[in-house]
């Protein structure tokens, strides 16, 4: 029997294994897959570092031969095509003999949409597809964005007062926002693949871009600087925003500044998502967020960002926006 | 019996009555009063325009004789000081032998304090006070920062894009925020005495301050300019953001822009409440909405603002922000 709510509680689970990947999985989807039987989940997986092995090789080797007759809740569709680097999911989850698999998406890349399930059908297992698909499309945003836009996913984070000042005049931008809101600022750096600032930020403050969690120090992304400086041998320089395209596996950047950069970004369409850290103070003629993009009527401006989320960090506000499709 | 959940309830009655006259009580408080009997709400009043009838001779004469035994709520305690214009709302109290009368605060005017509940106490009326008080003062802040300050209570109302603009570089700004927003900013507008605007606003948008809300036509407050300029007749001119102390019958004042004239009043200390509407647009290298105003250190910009509300008009977030005491 179907049951969607069931469907829906255990596919939640799948999604957010799925975010463990966020960030890490080169040029691979950040996929989540549980195996379920009997009310019981017998196997979870995740897409590891690097992209493999695939969040379905994992979970089916916890289950073991438990898996046959078990439910696959799997937040996109299993691998079809063939690699070098071991079997198609879609081969080993047939191998297994479940009796279900339960899909919040297809798959995206042509090698693979429509073929993983066609087989699975073919293979007499039930399909189901569309299982919580907008939060799966969310959380794998970056390989979703990377194969239909040829570009990283990426995120505008800006740390602001209520006046929407990044800093005061004298550029002195310590501390904003309090902990709480720098920690999960962090904790969003660990879940990016690269971390973009400008040269005019990268000179006046020499940031690391590092993640600087207990725990999570080796999830720093691959730090980048747009516009011409001298930069330390591991990091990368790239001349304009449209250069993001010719980063290798690399599904998240993340753009933390200052003003020009957030600017050139935006003006060039290339900003899925807003991160707002607005802490409440008021600095009054400081540095603005933002520089000219290029808006030449506000009604241009309306019906661009959607908020997604918004909550509390201590005394400051995050608030998530979504570029507008 | 006391029953503080059931006191809480009918103070909080008042409380909204008393909301009704913010803004158009001259020099005297937005008070609220019901009188309840048996459960039963048989008199209400607010402080009615101009300061007179008193809220509570206007909810005596509802209940009539019937007052006597029932329970009086009121925001504040009954003024006791001789006036020329009618008996003191203690005196009528005493006459209407009630029970008990409930008070959120007591008055914060020496000629009244104590002197009301002391006397209806002699009178062998029950007395309680401190229902709801932190809320009484809030609605009534505008006569309680006039009596400690000497000068009115005054909000500083701004509509920002999510980078802090308040208007485009060209000085357009019609509209960053919706109509709900703005119906909701007219009706702040109807709750103040008196509205203020820098002179640069005034000679660049020629604003008429006036409520346009249907049926509050005639709520719209004083209109005043802060610099040198020519004012119609009815517009009062001050020279500089102290000189709100010498308004007549001023409560409450709005302070609507710009950037320069939120700085002035920021900067001299006097502003007690942000009206923050935030609208999801980003415009990018706009105006700022408020400038220098003299901070030195990003520490002293902390503790300062206390989140009291938040709510979504529409796309658009309206945030209320009080000066820390």
Known sequence: MLNYQQDSRFMAVALALSERGRGRTGNNPNVGCIIVKNGIIIGRGWTQPGGRPHAEAMALEQAGPAAA????????????????????????????????VILATLDIDARTRRHGIDRLGEAGIAVSVGILEHQA????????????????HVTLKLALSLDGCIAMADGSSQWITGARARAHAHLERARCDAILVGSGTFEADQPRLTVRLPGLADRSPQPLVLGKTDVPDHWISIAEP?????????????????????????QAGLVDRLLLYRAP????????????????????????WNRVDRRDLGKDVLEIYEHAA
Not at 74 to 97: F, N, Q, W, Y
């Open 69 to 100: 007759g078990a439910d696959i809740y799997c937040t996109m569709e299993p691998c079809a095509h063939k690699s070098e680097r071991g079997p198609t999911c879609t081969d080993l989850v047939i191998a297994a003999a479940p009796a279900r």
């Open 242 to 266: 449209t250069a993001i395209s010719e980063l290798d596996a690399t599904n998240w950047l993340l753009v933390e500044g200052g003003a020009a950069t957030a600017a050139s970004f935006l």
């Open 137 to 152: 499309q969310r959380v794998m945003a970056g390989f979703f964005t990377r194969m239909e836009k040829k570009r990283p």
């Open 281 to 304: 103070l008021v600095i009054g003629g400081g540095l603005q967020a933002i520089g000219d993009i290029g808006l030449v009527n506000l009604d241009h401006g309306h019906d661009q």
